[in-house]
């Protein structure tokens, strides 16, 4: 990643900025889209008419569930993790 990052022209990297500026600034719009469609609920009372999201989203992030996902995916094919799954397995029914 180093190397690439070495050989990679300036131009390559603005691009990339201006692509995640550019879904950030769609997600907002989306964002403030929907904000308005529910109203903007009564702010004395805390009184809301978003829907309530359910308890374990305020645990649990999306980024979290997301780099979790791409873990488990990129360390499934992984030989060292199959045959340790593959030794403990062969223990547990040993005993």
Same mark, same amino acid.
């Given at each position: ?18 692509? %995640? #500026? =550019? ?6 719009? *989306? ?5 308005? @469609? ?26 979290? %569930? #997301? =780099? ?6 990129? *360390? ?5 993790? @199959? ?13």
């Amino acid at each position: 990643m180093l190397r690439e990052g070495l050989k990679m022209s300036p131009d390559e990297g603005q691009e990339e900025l201006e692509e %995640v #500026q =550019a879904e950030l600034k769609k997600k907002d719009e *989306e964002f403030q889209r929907t904000k308005l @469609l529910n109203g903007p609920g009564d702010v004395e009372t805390g009184a809301s008419t978003t829907i309530p999201q359910k308890r374990w989203l305020h645990f649990i992030s999306p980024i979290f %569930v #997301q =780099a979790l996902t791409l873990t488990f995916l990129a *360390e499934w094919g992984d030989r060292s993790q @199959l045959t340790t799954i593959v030794l403990a397995a062969r223990e547990v029914s040993d005993t």
